[in-house]
Protein backbone atom coordinates (compact mmCIF):
# COMPACT_ATOMS: atom_id res chain seq x y z
CA UNK A 1 0.00 0.00 0.00
CA UNK A 2 1.02 3.35 -1.08
CA UNK A 3 -0.19 6.53 -0.33
CA UNK A 4 -0.14 9.35 -3.17
CA UNK A 5 1.85 12.26 -1.05
CA UNK A 6 4.66 13.41 -3.33
CA UNK A 7 7.00 16.03 -3.05
CA UNK A 8 9.36 16.54 -6.24
CA UNK A 9 12.92 18.24 -4.48
CA UNK A 10 14.24 19.02 -8.12
CA UNK A 11 13.54 18.57 -11.74
CA UNK A 12 15.51 16.58 -14.10
CA UNK A 13 17.12 19.20 -16.46
CA UNK A 14 18.15 18.15 -19.91
CA UNK A 15 20.97 15.59 -20.20
CA UNK A 16 24.25 17.60 -20.75
CA UNK A 17 26.41 14.52 -19.93
CA UNK A 18 25.84 10.62 -19.70
CA UNK A 19 26.02 11.19 -15.32
CA UNK A 20 24.13 14.34 -15.69
CA UNK A 21 22.21 14.69 -12.12
CA UNK A 22 19.10 13.16 -11.52
CA UNK A 23 16.00 14.00 -9.32
CA UNK A 24 15.77 13.40 -5.93
CA UNK A 25 11.91 12.35 -4.91
CA UNK A 26 10.74 12.41 -1.59
CA UNK A 27 7.44 10.32 -1.04
CA UNK A 28 5.05 10.12 2.03
CA UNK A 29 5.32 6.18 1.36
CA UNK A 30 4.63 3.17 3.61
CA UNK A 31 7.05 0.51 4.78
CA UNK A 32 6.57 -3.51 5.31
CA UNK A 33 7.82 -4.47 8.75
CA UNK A 34 7.46 -8.02 9.24
CA UNK A 35 3.39 -8.91 7.88
CA UNK A 36 2.66 -5.17 9.08
CA UNK A 37 2.35 -2.10 6.83
CA UNK A 38 3.09 0.95 8.70
CA UNK A 39 3.46 4.87 7.77
CA UNK A 40 6.67 5.64 6.52
CA UNK A 41 8.78 8.44 3.98
CA UNK A 42 10.66 7.42 1.12
CA UNK A 43 13.36 9.00 -0.83
CA UNK A 44 15.83 8.14 -3.70
CA UNK A 45 19.47 8.63 -3.81
CA UNK A 46 20.56 8.39 -7.80
CA UNK A 47 24.16 7.06 -8.41
CA UNK A 48 25.02 6.29 -4.58
CA UNK A 49 26.55 2.96 -3.98
CA UNK A 50 24.41 0.54 -1.44
CA UNK A 51 27.08 -0.56 0.92
CA UNK A 52 28.20 3.11 1.07
CA UNK A 53 24.65 4.85 1.95
CA UNK A 54 23.69 1.76 3.84
CA UNK A 55 26.71 2.56 6.48
CA UNK A 56 26.15 6.41 6.45
CA UNK A 57 22.56 5.64 7.45
CA UNK A 58 23.15 3.57 9.95
CA UNK A 59 25.92 5.86 10.99
CA UNK A 60 23.43 8.82 10.64
CA UNK A 61 20.55 7.38 12.94
CA UNK A 62 22.62 5.84 15.47
CA UNK A 63 24.73 9.02 16.12
CA UNK A 64 24.01 10.16 19.59
CA UNK A 65 22.43 7.23 21.37
CA UNK A 66 24.18 4.04 22.52
CA UNK A 67 20.98 2.22 20.67
CA UNK A 68 22.44 -0.11 17.39
CA UNK A 69 20.84 -0.83 14.33
CA UNK A 70 19.37 -4.58 14.10
CA UNK A 71 19.35 -5.38 10.49
CA UNK A 72 16.73 -8.47 9.47
CA UNK A 73 16.69 -9.21 5.91
CA UNK A 74 16.91 -5.95 5.07
CA UNK A 75 14.70 -5.02 7.04
CA UNK A 76 16.49 -2.29 9.87
CA UNK A 77 15.35 -1.33 13.33
CA UNK A 78 16.38 0.74 16.04
CA UNK A 79 15.08 1.80 19.63
CA UNK A 80 15.71 4.65 21.20
CA UNK A 81 17.05 6.78 19.06
CA UNK A 82 17.61 10.34 19.71
CA UNK A 83 17.58 12.16 16.21
CA UNK A 84 17.04 15.84 17.30
CA UNK A 85 16.45 17.13 13.89
CA UNK A 86 13.03 15.24 14.13
CA UNK A 87 11.87 14.95 17.81
CA UNK A 88 13.23 16.07 21.27
CA UNK A 89 12.60 12.57 22.61
CA UNK A 90 13.62 9.13 21.51
CA UNK A 91 12.14 7.61 19.00
CA UNK A 92 12.08 4.10 17.22
CA UNK A 93 13.47 4.15 13.23
CA UNK A 94 12.62 1.37 11.21
CA UNK A 95 13.86 1.32 7.84
CA UNK A 96 14.79 -0.28 4.58
CA UNK A 97 16.94 0.27 1.69
CA UNK A 98 16.16 -0.57 -1.82
CA UNK A 99 18.35 -0.82 -5.16
CA UNK A 100 16.24 0.58 -8.08
CA UNK A 101 18.03 1.14 -11.52
CA UNK A 102 20.57 3.86 -10.98
CA UNK A 103 19.30 4.72 -7.87
CA UNK A 104 19.26 3.57 -4.44
CA UNK A 105 15.82 3.95 -2.26
CA UNK A 106 15.41 4.40 1.30
CA UNK A 107 12.20 4.17 3.55
CA UNK A 108 12.22 5.02 7.13
CA UNK A 109 9.08 5.10 9.46
CA UNK A 110 9.62 6.92 12.51
CA UNK A 111 7.89 5.98 15.65
CA UNK A 112 7.49 8.60 18.49
CA UNK A 113 5.10 6.55 21.08
CA UNK A 114 3.99 2.91 20.39
CA UNK A 115 1.99 2.64 16.81
CA UNK A 116 2.26 6.53 16.98
CA UNK A 117 3.83 7.66 13.44
CA UNK A 118 5.43 10.84 11.98
CA UNK A 119 2.94 11.05 8.94
CA UNK A 120 1.09 14.00 7.31
CA UNK A 121 -2.36 13.00 8.86
CA UNK A 122 -1.76 12.86 12.47
CA UNK A 123 -0.30 16.91 11.90
CA UNK A 124 2.08 16.34 13.75
CA UNK A 125 4.61 18.72 13.36
CA UNK A 126 7.96 16.63 12.88
CA UNK A 127 6.79 15.64 10.03
CA UNK A 128 8.29 18.40 8.30
CA UNK A 129 11.64 17.71 10.03
CA UNK A 130 11.39 14.11 8.99
CA UNK A 131 11.21 15.51 5.61
CA UNK A 132 13.73 17.81 6.09
CA UNK A 133 15.57 15.07 7.49
CA UNK A 134 15.92 12.58 4.69
CA UNK A 135 15.98 15.20 2.40
CA UNK A 136 19.34 16.22 3.97
CA UNK A 137 20.56 12.68 4.00
CA UNK A 138 19.78 12.04 0.33
CA UNK A 139 21.09 15.17 -0.93
CA UNK A 140 24.21 14.82 1.34
CA UNK A 141 25.34 11.47 -0.44
CA UNK A 142 24.34 12.36 -3.89
CA UNK A 143 26.78 15.33 -3.10
CA UNK A 144 29.65 12.58 -2.06
CA UNK A 145 28.92 11.04 -5.50
CA UNK A 146 29.03 14.24 -7.27
CA UNK A 147 31.88 15.54 -5.20
CA UNK A 148 33.98 12.11 -6.68
CA UNK A 149 32.83 12.64 -10.05
CA UNK A 150 33.86 16.10 -10.37
CA UNK A 151 37.08 15.45 -8.01
CA UNK A 152 37.80 12.68 -11.13
CA UNK A 153 37.38 14.60 -13.76
CA UNK A 154 39.43 17.59 -12.49
CA UNK A 155 42.33 15.19 -11.76
CA UNK A 156 42.24 14.23 -15.74
CA UNK A 157 42.04 17.92 -16.84
CA UNK A 158 45.14 18.60 -14.03
CA UNK A 159 47.30 15.86 -15.66
CA UNK A 160 46.32 17.19 -19.37
CA UNK A 161 47.60 20.58 -17.92
CA UNK A 162 50.31 19.21 -16.62
CA UNK A 163 51.44 17.28 -19.73
CA UNK A 164 50.93 20.32 -22.20
CA UNK A 165 53.43 22.50 -19.30
CA UNK A 166 56.03 19.28 -19.24
CA UNK A 167 55.67 19.90 -23.39
CA UNK A 168 56.09 23.57 -23.31
CA UNK A 169 59.09 22.88 -20.89
CA UNK A 170 60.63 20.65 -23.22
CA UNK A 171 60.32 22.84 -26.35
CA UNK A 172 61.90 25.78 -24.45
CA UNK A 173 64.88 23.56 -23.30
CA UNK A 174 65.19 22.12 -27.12
CA UNK A 175 65.05 26.54 -27.99
CA UNK A 176 67.68 27.14 -25.44
CA UNK A 177 70.10 24.19 -27.12
CA UNK A 178 69.44 25.44 -29.77
CA UNK A 179 70.67 28.80 -29.09
CA UNK A 180 73.24 27.16 -27.02
CA UNK A 181 74.98 25.21 -29.64
CA UNK A 182 75.09 28.19 -32.43
CA UNK A 183 76.41 30.41 -29.67
CA UNK A 184 79.10 27.64 -28.98
CA UNK A 185 79.20 26.94 -32.93
CA UNK A 186 80.24 30.97 -33.00
CA UNK A 187 82.84 30.29 -30.48
CA UNK A 188 84.73 27.60 -31.72
CA UNK A 189 84.75 29.42 -35.17
CA UNK A 190 86.88 32.42 -33.79
CA UNK A 191 88.88 29.92 -32.17
CA UNK A 192 89.55 27.91 -35.18
CA UNK A 193 90.19 31.55 -37.16
CA UNK A 194 93.20 32.15 -34.11
CA UNK A 195 94.15 28.46 -34.33
CA UNK A 196 94.89 28.73 -37.94
CA UNK A 197 96.40 32.02 -37.14
CA UNK A 198 98.54 30.42 -34.79
CA UNK A 199 99.46 27.18 -37.03
CA UNK A 200 100.66 29.32 -40.09
CA UNK A 201 102.81 31.35 -37.32
CA UNK A 202 104.30 28.59 -36.26
CA UNK A 203 105.12 26.72 -39.68
CA UNK A 204 106.41 29.80 -40.63
CA UNK A 205 108.38 30.43 -37.85
CA UNK A 206 109.36 26.35 -37.81
CA UNK A 207 110.37 26.90 -41.59
CA UNK A 208 113.05 29.67 -40.80
CA UNK A 209 114.45 27.65 -37.93
CA UNK A 210 114.63 24.92 -40.15
CA UNK A 211 116.86 26.95 -42.48
CA UNK A 212 118.48 28.27 -40.84
CA UNK A 213 119.38 25.69 -38.33
CA UNK A 214 120.90 23.44 -41.59
CA UNK A 215 123.46 26.41 -42.17
CA UNK A 216 124.87 26.44 -38.54
CA UNK A 217 127.55 24.52 -37.12
CA UNK A 218 127.86 22.59 -34.33
CA UNK A 219 127.73 24.13 -30.85
CA UNK A 220 125.57 25.80 -28.35
CA UNK A 221 123.78 28.15 -30.52
CA UNK A 222 122.55 25.22 -32.47
CA UNK A 223 121.48 23.52 -29.64
CA UNK A 224 119.47 26.17 -28.59
CA UNK A 225 117.63 26.55 -32.02
CA UNK A 226 117.12 22.97 -31.77
CA UNK A 227 115.35 23.74 -28.67
CA UNK A 228 113.24 26.58 -29.86
CA UNK A 229 112.60 24.52 -33.27
CA UNK A 230 110.89 21.51 -30.40
CA UNK A 231 109.14 24.05 -28.85
CA UNK A 232 107.78 25.16 -31.81
CA UNK A 233 106.84 21.96 -33.10
CA UNK A 234 104.83 21.38 -29.53
CA UNK A 235 103.11 25.03 -30.09
CA UNK A 236 101.73 23.64 -33.89
CA UNK A 237 100.97 20.15 -32.36
CA UNK A 238 98.29 21.91 -29.81
CA UNK A 239 97.08 24.40 -32.48
CA UNK A 240 96.32 20.83 -34.44
CA UNK A 241 94.72 19.27 -31.86
CA UNK A 242 92.60 22.37 -30.89
CA UNK A 243 91.23 22.44 -34.44
CA UNK A 244 90.56 19.20 -33.90
CA UNK A 245 88.58 19.82 -31.09
CA UNK A 246 86.55 22.73 -32.04
CA UNK A 247 85.66 20.49 -35.35
CA UNK A 248 84.07 17.97 -33.30
CA UNK A 249 82.66 20.80 -31.16
CA UNK A 250 80.92 22.03 -34.02
CA UNK A 251 79.59 18.88 -35.58
CA UNK A 252 77.98 17.61 -32.16
CA UNK A 253 76.58 20.91 -31.68
CA UNK A 254 74.85 20.73 -35.29
CA UNK A 255 73.85 17.23 -34.72
CA UNK A 256 72.33 18.86 -31.43
CA UNK A 257 70.70 21.97 -33.26
CA UNK A 258 69.20 19.45 -36.12
CA UNK A 259 67.94 16.88 -33.66
CA UNK A 260 66.17 19.99 -31.67
CA UNK A 261 64.92 21.35 -35.11
CA UNK A 262 63.35 18.32 -35.81
CA UNK A 263 62.01 17.73 -32.87
CA UNK A 264 60.22 21.25 -32.06
CA UNK A 265 57.80 20.77 -34.86
CA UNK A 266 56.78 17.65 -33.61
CA UNK A 267 56.50 18.95 -30.06
CA UNK A 268 54.00 21.48 -31.12
CA UNK A 269 51.95 18.85 -32.97
CA UNK A 270 51.63 17.34 -29.50
CA UNK A 271 51.17 20.52 -27.65
CA UNK A 272 48.04 21.36 -29.45
CA UNK A 273 46.82 17.84 -29.15
CA UNK A 274 47.08 18.19 -26.07
CA UNK A 275 45.44 21.49 -26.17
CA UNK A 276 42.74 19.77 -27.90
CA UNK A 277 41.61 17.76 -25.05
CA UNK A 278 42.16 20.14 -22.34
CA UNK A 279 39.46 21.62 -23.41
CA UNK A 280 37.39 18.99 -24.25
CA UNK A 281 38.05 18.02 -20.74
CA UNK A 282 37.78 21.43 -19.35
CA UNK A 283 33.92 21.08 -21.20
CA UNK A 284 33.67 17.73 -18.97
CA UNK A 285 34.50 19.08 -15.59
CA UNK A 286 32.75 22.14 -16.15
CA UNK A 287 29.63 19.98 -16.59
CA UNK A 288 30.41 18.02 -13.63
CA UNK A 289 31.27 20.79 -11.39
CA UNK A 290 27.73 22.47 -12.79
CA UNK A 291 26.16 19.19 -11.43
CA UNK A 292 27.54 19.57 -8.30
CA UNK A 293 27.01 23.07 -7.55
CA UNK A 294 22.85 22.17 -8.49
CA UNK A 295 23.14 19.40 -6.49
CA UNK A 296 24.19 21.79 -3.35
CA UNK A 297 21.22 24.26 -4.45
CA UNK A 298 18.77 22.04 -4.37
Keep these: MKLKITVLLFALLPLIAVNAQKPIVLSEDSIQIGRSY ?23 IESGTKSKVVNENGEMSIFGARIRKIDAGDINVYSKLVSLDSMLQLFASFE ?21 FMKEFAKNKYIDVASSQADAEE ?15 EKSR ?6 SNNSRISSENESIILQNNELNTVNAAIAEQNRMFITMEEGLAKDELEKQIKELEKRKKRAEMNLKKADKKIDKADTSIDQATGDIPR ?10 QIAAQDAVYQRYAEKLKKIRAY
Design 112 to 132: VRKDEYIESATGNPAFVSAQE
Design 38 to 60: IPSLSVTIPEADFDVVLKGWINE
Design 267 to 276: NERMQEKVKE
Design 174 to 179: MQKNIQ
Design 155 to 169: KKLKDLQKELSSLES
